[in-house]
Structure formats: C-alpha cells, structure tokens
C-alpha cells in the first residue's frame, strides 16, 4: 500500500471525467431513415438530439463541435459516433461491411428536424480495383495470381517486352485490342501512361504502353522520346505465380 496515493487517482478520476464532458451520450431504439418531423421538439424520442443541437448553437460551438456517441437499439450493439454543432448532428456507425451514415438539421423557428440516413459498402467492385480490378476478394480461400509475359510489336515493327501480375489468367495473344480484356480485369480503363518495358533489340531502350485518346482509346508503344505507334500483334505467355 506504499504507492497507494488517493488524492492522486482522485485527480486522474477527475480529468477523465472532464473530457467526457465534451461528449453527448444518448441510447435509445433508434431506426434511423430519410424522414422530416414536424414539432419535433414534442417528440420524446429524438428530443435528445435537438436538446444537443441548442446546447451546441448556445454554446457557440460550430467552430469546434460536441462529440456524439449514440447507442442505437441496445440489442443490437448499433453505436453511431459523429459530432454536434450548431443545429447540425453528423454521426457514422460501422458494421460488418457497412458504413451507416446519419445526418441531422434542426430549425428552430419552423420546430423541424430532417434526418438524413444513408449506407456506403466497403469493400465493393467500385473500390477493390488495381491488381483484382472489378472482382470481389470477400470470403475464404485463395487468391490466384498470374504473370503474362507480353511480346508486343507496334504497326512499324518494333517489338518491346512486358511483365504483367494479374488475378485474370485469360490469354491475350492476337491483335491488340485483346489486351484491353486483361486491362479491363485490373481495373484499368484509362490512362495516358501505363506499363512500362524494353525495346526488344537491346531491352535497354525503355517503352511505354500508350493510350491514344481518352477511356480505352487506341493501345500505342512509345520507345524513348519519339511518337507513339499504334499496337499490331500481342504475344502472351501466361504462368501461375
């Protein structure tokens, strides 16, 4: 008990809960959706924020806002957890694979509260690109990666060398608008620059693979600084990583 100091835990005690005073803490059975009140303020259930939202604007807080955490349906273990400021509540929940988005906007001279619910996914095909492009990678099992090695010749005969890592195992070998399919498997739908590899004859010089136009315009080479050239023939060994 030698290190036993009271007045010391009292102070620590004292400061946490200081800055849980910057919270707003409410818990209730909310099923949050896009509606509008009207005399909002009489509603029991959702008095709670606008009580937050007048502290808030009393207390001039829009630069610098009240944290919220709001527990939403006990049962479920919904937390929301977002900020306060003037007539404004912004709070997020995330679940599972879900991003709940909550916005309120409170009038206080109309007395109506308009409540805002959205969701986002994620992990979707909009945002699980670059070397899996649109494929889902959700679930269990493995992932199985391919290397193309690309012989490409331009329509003046030149020929450069690519690597490729890849989640699409399709061969693209044939004209070159086969190799858009495997662009379009990792997710790339345009760029002005993309890929790079050597010349052939001394796989020194450097190249670039070259879009023509915007989104999948004409597929080009580029060899050091002269102009690009159009894409002719492609050939594609694929291997298993």
């Not at 007048?54 to 349906?73: A, M, R």
Request: charged share 20%.
């Amino acid at each position: 008990m030698g290190d036993y100091n009271p007045r010391q835990i009292t102070q620590m005690r004292w400061k946490d809960v200081k800055n849980l005073e910057k919270f707003k803490f409410i818990t209730g059975n909310y099923d949050f959706t896009n509606e509008v009140l009207e005399h909002a303020s009489e509603d029991k259930q959702y008095r709670p924020f606008i009580d937050a939202m007048i502290e808030s604007n009393n207390k001039n807080q829009t630069t610098k806002p009240l944290g919220i955490i709001v527990n939403d349906s006990p049962d479920a273990q919904v937390l929301y957890v977002g900020t306060v400021s003037a007539y404004s509540i912004s709070m997020r929940s995330i679940l599972s694979n879900y991003i709940y988005n909550v916005d309120m906007s409170y009038n206080y001279d109309t007395d109506i509260l308009t409540i805002e619910w959205s969701e986002e996914e994620i992990m979707s095909t909009d945002n699980v690109k670059t070397l899996f492009g649109n494929q889902s990678i959700i679930g269990t099992g493995n992932i199985d990666l391919y290397r193309h090695y690309l012989t490409i010749t331009d329509i003046n005969g030149k020929v450069a060398k690519f690597e490729w890592i890849s989640s699409s195992n399709i061969n693209v070998s044939g004209v070159g608008t086969k190799l858009k399919d495997l662009l379009k498997c990792s997710g790339i739908e345009s760029s002005r620059n993309y890929g790079h590899g050597y010349e052939d004859s001394d796989l020194t010089t450097p190249c670039i693979m070259y879009w023509l136009g915007s989104s999948m315009g004409i597929l080009s080479l580029k060899f050091g600084s002269s102009s690009p050239s159009e894409i002719s023939n492609v050939v594609d060994i694929v291997e298993t990583i």
